[in-house]
């Protein structure tokens, strides 16, 4: 008996420690697969919040699109070396640039140009304007529309919509429906290894049409929590951060902290506003006198200084005027006047009749909810100190936090009273005033927003006519209206935020928040 | 022994299937949209509603509630868990590429924690309100106490970022893995600590040690050969329990340390109503749960001769 | 008097006894002992460090730290008391059911809680909060739906020992109806046993309160409740620690205060350990 236990005993300890020695020898296995760096090769490591495929970002340093987009919202060119639009707007025909060759050597060339389009259109919006593709010659490509589509080039610039994949991305191979299952573009890098969660690893493609990146390789790193990703720059395990993402992952109180330990930081504006939207349908946003006092009364300038020490700009438009259609003449700007907030309010009826120190009309509070989707950069922030700002014009401003998918199906159902989230920008059509967009009244995500009937005549004449000139001016009488009605309180531009160690030179913001322009950068 | 593992198995299979689909029900019903929230966090812009319909489209989500259940639980009996909506690839997939670090975790949580918990909790029942047992005490006292979020993030101020020792995210190597182990291990060794002592304290009163102790047998050799199997039984079901839980993706620690395992995924799974990977993982992680508690149970016979499982339910 | 004398000889009771009380005056006198309003925005003095005029500093938006935690005390506390009762009596009559009658009643209780313990925590809360919205009455429901199945099996066990008992037979013997016996016999008997695991689910249910608050499924900001404030002070856990330091001691603390009084209370009502002390 004795005998047994003792044996008994010794097996459960010696497979316990078995156990825990496999589990350390997994652990220590995994780390000969850190990117084995040669020597003398110049690795650029950044630290990435998403899993490399899961991103648009990382996607686009592999696979090209047929045009881009600069930071203005002008088209340049990139597999597509020029385009003619024809008159009416509907014939596009495409000059595609010759000599270009896939990652895995499959020439890039009308038919193969034709495949990627046409796998395209089966996902992208102007897919089901399209009357049919033709290829007259080798390298071009005529798309024939059945009626004129405005923001077809927008789409073609966008990453998540329009890469041109080589037909043996794709599983079944050359199907058009297929899935993209191997990541081959023409790319400045090459996919090379994928590990799930963990890490790729991109190395330089030598046959590049454009400038060759001056780093070997580009090793992504899936950090998800922005903390961990700045301790991991300052300790020298990743080069560069917050450029894989699209919004501002590196938190705008950590800035002065990574300037002090030498940390390089660069800030990008991409016109990206965070903006509080009313919902004009109901009371007691459905006044413009209210809507445009509670513009009026909230301190943008005390706001970055205090909150983001200055880090990011006020907003005083409803988007960044420097885009092609953007509010750039617009007369009537917001600013912060909390006496002629309260004027406007009591013009409108709401007074202090009670003397509680909120404001009353017919009886009724002026009492209103935020409703702020989690995880929506800076809003709980933002949200608390609007709060204290409201509290100061004698309106009481209650918050409401939801798990993101709830709330954005609130703000789709228009079950809201004000909701927390940041405007359009590139590549779709900045502002939201696009047919289908926030401000025209066809919009199914945004049934509360602003909607007018001279509104939408003005935004369906703007995008139904190829004429740009007729568009920018038919553009800055939209703005003039929405400025008027002061649908939404446009807060500050959310930067992009990008820190890197004092090894890597020749940073250079991309174009819009989806590009990566990698290809100047050189690592020591 | 036999019958007991098959009626098991079959309450389990039933268990399971009610579980995923309960889970189905809970977030179709939940508000928010796969499709758009797919779209708004890989596109990164506001889906317009004909991406929208398209994607429904193309993944069956336009289908009424009851057709998308029984689709799904025809794809189950031929074994498929279908196609996570987020990454486009198989659950089963999904599921396999994160599970060894979380079965590292898991495993390495729970061996360190028996590790120093055991020894413990028998000293200190060894010797009862000594010193050593009142201290020992409060320490276990204090380490179920310590919220774990918080207690993960105080490690890595103290020792990676404070004193530089540690890495304080990531997966890789041995480094990687102290401090979410170290943060998984202080709750479970506690409560390992504090039950084996009561466990031991129990058997220690029991008439055939307390006849060794007449024959005149030494303290070490009745507690550690004697009473310990006994005493060992409680404590194996505790484990067992532990291990199940933690095996399904220790989803807090795995956030607060980027750790690239299971449970991690999960909760962006749900964020996400990213249906057949939150159904597969219910599935995958009630099967993992139901074979630890067999285990156990199993080894509960081995333990405890006493302990027969035929009169149950008699 | 003898509950008295028992806190008095055990002194883990008395520590935790001394604990709770003070906790609990801290969130009865809240308002008698901060000295700034927990909700008061003022960006200009935000993430002071510790020192005289804010004992424990400020947080992002200049709120006094210190009297957040005092008044956090009422939210923690009330909430984690009301959720362990709600669930204590909920299991105690659904277990005592299952166990008492056996048979279909039982099997049926019995298969949905191996469900609902073999469901993922995390969903059941994630689709109550999604669907009902964060408040506080929603966390309540969630913590109940899900806590409810340990106390539930948990009586079962404890009811089928206690119905083996001779006076349970006795009790039918002289006619007494199975409602009568369950709520007469049954209950009473096992109500002390569930009461100790109860006084130690009170601190289990404060450190679930915090962790659903830290991850956005709990009390809304800007509550002054200690996971929603380590929730909000995340972000600057490498740049002003402080933030995140003092609620963290706080649910430490409030916490092992439940848990010493468990611990203690066990000693004395489970007289297996009582033994064990007196030798």
């Known amino acids: ?524 | 022994m036999r019958r007991l593992i098959v009626r098991r198995l079959i309450s389990a299979v039933f268990v399971m299937l009610i579980a995923s689909l309960l889970s189905f029900c809970l977030l179709f019903f939940a508000p928010g949209n796969p499709a758009e929230i797919v779209i708004r966090q890989q596109s990164g812009l506001d889906p317009t509603y004909a991406e929208i319909e398209l994607f429904m489209k193309q993944h069956d989500l336009d289908r009424p509630f009851l057709v998308q259940c029984l689709q799904w639980s025809y794809l189950l009996t031929r074994g498929n868990l279908g196609v996570s909506l987020r990454t486009g690839e198989p659950v089963l997939e999904e599921f396999t590429a994160r599970f060894g670090p979380t079965f590292q975790l898991a495993v390495a949580a729970i061996v360190l924690s028996v590790i120093i918990g055991l020894p413990i909790g028998i000293m200190a029942a060894a010797k009862p309100n000594s010193l050593f047992d009142h201290v020992t005490r409060i320490v276990a006292l204090g380490g179920l106490s310590v919220p774990e979020f918080w207690l993960g993030l105080m490690l890595m101020l103290c020792f990676s970022l404070a004193l530089g020792w540690l890495p304080c995210f990531g997966y890789g190597s041995v480094n990687h893995l102290v401090l979410p182990v170290v943060t998984l291990s202080v709750g479970i060794t506690a409560s390992l600590a504090r039950f084996m002592r009561a466990s031991m304290l129990e058997v220690l009163h029991l008439e055939y040690i307390k006849t060794a102790k007449a024959k005149g047998l030494r303290e070490a050799v009745i507690i550690w050969k004697h009473a310990l199997k006994n005493a060992l039984t409680p404590v194996v079901t505790v484990l067992g329990t532990q291990l199940g839980h933690l095996l399904a993706g220790a989803v807090i620690v795995e956030t607060v340390f980027s750790w690239p395992g299971i449970g991690k995924f999960f909760v962006d799974s749900i964020y996400a109503r990213d249906y057949p990977v939150i159904q597969g993982f219910v599935i995958i992680t009630a099967v993992m749960y139901v074979l630890v508690n067999l285990l156990v149970d199993v080894l509960y016979v081995y333990l405890d001769p006493r302990v027969r499982y035929e009169g149950r339910g008699q | ?279």
């Open chain 1, 1 to 524: 008996m004795q005998l047994r236990m003792k044996g008994y005993l010794r097996t459960v300890t010696i497979a316990l420690i078995s156990l825990f020695l496999i589990s350390v020898a997994a652990g220590c296995a995994k780390t000969g697969d850190q990117a084995p760096a040669t020597k003398g090769e110049k690795v650029l490591r950044l630290g990435a919040v998403k899993d490399f495929k899961e991103a648009t970002e990382g996607k686009s340093l592999i696979i090209e699109r047929f045009v881009g987009v600069d930071h203005e919202g002008n088209f340049v060119p990139q597999l597509a070396e020029s385009w003619d639009i024809s008159e009416d707007g509907k014939t596009y025909t495409f000059h595609l640039r010759q000599g270009v060759e896939f990652h895995n050597g499959t020439a890039f060339n009308a038919s193969t140009a034709k495949f990627a389009f046409e796998w395209i259109a089966k996902k992208a919006p102007f897919g089901s304007y399209i009357q049919k593709i033709e290829t007259p010659d080798d390298f071009t490509l005529k798309v024939c529309f059945n009626e004129y589509y405005a923001p077809f080039l927008l789409d073609l610039a966008s990453g998540w919509t329009s890469p041109v994949v080589c037909p043996e991305a794709v599983e079944p191979a050359g199907s058009v429906e297929g899935k993209l299952t191997n990541f081959i573009g023409t790319g400045p890098f090459k996919l090379e290894n994928y590990e799930k969660d963990k890490q790729a690893v991109l190395v330089r493609n030598d046959g590049y049409w454009g400038s060759k990146p001056k780093a070997d390789k580009v090793v992504w790193k899936t950090i998800p929590d922005p903390h961990a990703q700045i301790v991991a720059l300052k300790a020298g395990e990743v080069d560069m951060i917050g450029i894989t993402e699209h919004h501002s992952s590196i938190p705008y109180v950590e800035v002065p902290g990574l300037k002090k330990a030498g940390i390089q930081v660069d800030t990008t504006t991409y016109g990206r506003y965070q903006v509080l939207e009313f919902n004009c349908h109901k009371e007691p946003f459905n006044h413009q006198k209210v809507r445009q006092a509670l513009n009026l009364a909230v301190d943008r300038e005390k706001m970055v200084k205090e909150l983001f020490g200055g880090l990011a700009e006020p907003a005083n438009t409803i988007t960044a005027p420097w885009f092609k259609f953007g509010p750039s003449n617009v007369e009537q700007k917001y600013g912060y006047d909390p006496e002629k907030a309260k004027q406007l309010l009591a013009e409108a009826g709401w007074k202090d009749t009670d003397g509680d120190g909120i404001l009353d009309k017919n009886g009724q509070p002026f009492t209103f909810e935020l409703l702020i989707p989690a995880g929506e950069a800076n809003a709980d922030a933002v949200a608390i100190f609007v709060q204290s700002e409201m509290k100061k014009i004698g309106v009481e401003m209650k918050l409401l936090t939801l798990e993101s998918g709830a709330a954005w199906d609130r703000s789709k159902k228009g079950e809201y009273e004000m909701f927390v989230h940041h405007s359009f920008c590139l590549p779709s059509i900045p502002g939201g005033i696009g047919i289908g967009q926030k401000y025209h009244s066809g919009s199914k995500s945004w049934p509360a927003a602003y909607h007018a009937q001279e509104l939408d005549r003005l935004i369906k004449k703007a995008w139904t006519s190829p004429d740009e000139s007729q568009r920018k001016q038919l553009c800055d009488e939209i703005w003039d209206i929405l400025h008027e009605q002061a649908p939404c309180i446009p807060l500050y531009d959310i930067v992009k935020v990008v820190a890197y160690r004092d090894n890597v030179s020749g940073f250079k913001p991309g174009p819009t928040m989806f590009d990566m322009e990698l290809q100047g950068i050189e690592v020591k």
């Open chain 3, 1 to 279: 008097m003898q509950i008295l004398e028992a806190i008095r000889e055990n002194k883990l009771l008395l520590s935790g006894s001394i604990l709770i009380l003070v906790f609990i005056a801290l969130a009865v006198l809240a308002p008698f002992i901060t000295l700034y309003d927990p909700n008061d925005v003022k960006v200009e003095i935000r993430l002071l460090p510790p020192g005289e005029q804010h004992l424990m500093g400020t947080d992002g938006f200049g709120r006094d730290i210190f009297s957040r935690i005092i008044y956090g005390t009422r939210y923690s506390l009330f909430l984690a008391l009301a959720v362990v009762s709600v669930n204590l009596l909920l299991g105690l009559m659904i277990g005592s059911i299952a166990g008492y009658f056996g048979g279909m009643i039982d099997e049926l209780i019995m298969r949905t809680v191996d469900v609902l313990l073999a469901f993922p925590n995390i969903i059941l809360a994630l689709c109550i909060v999604g669907v009902l919205g964060p408040s506080i009455p929603n966390l309540l429901v969630a913590l109940v739906a899900l806590g409810w199945v340990g106390y539930t099996r948990i009586s079962r066990g404890l009811v089928l020992s206690i119905k083996e008992q001779g006076f349970i037979g006795a009790a039918k013997a002289l006619g007494g109806s199975n409602m009568y016996i369950i709520v007469r016999h049954i209950i009473p008997n096992a109500f002390p046993s569930l009461l100790v695991l109860a006084t130690l689910h009170v601190g289990h249910t404060i450190l679930s309160i915090a962790a659903l608050s830290f991850l956005g499924l709990g009390v809304q900001a800007p509550t002054p409740e200690w996971g929603a404030m380590l929730s909000e002070g995340k972000q600057f856990i490498f740049t002003y620690p402080h933030v995140m330091i003092f609620p963290g001691v706080a649910i430490t603390f409030s916490v092992l205060s439940f848990n010493l009084f468990g611990e203690g209370l066990r000693d004395i009502l489970d007289p297996r350990a009582r033994e064990v002390l007196n030798v």
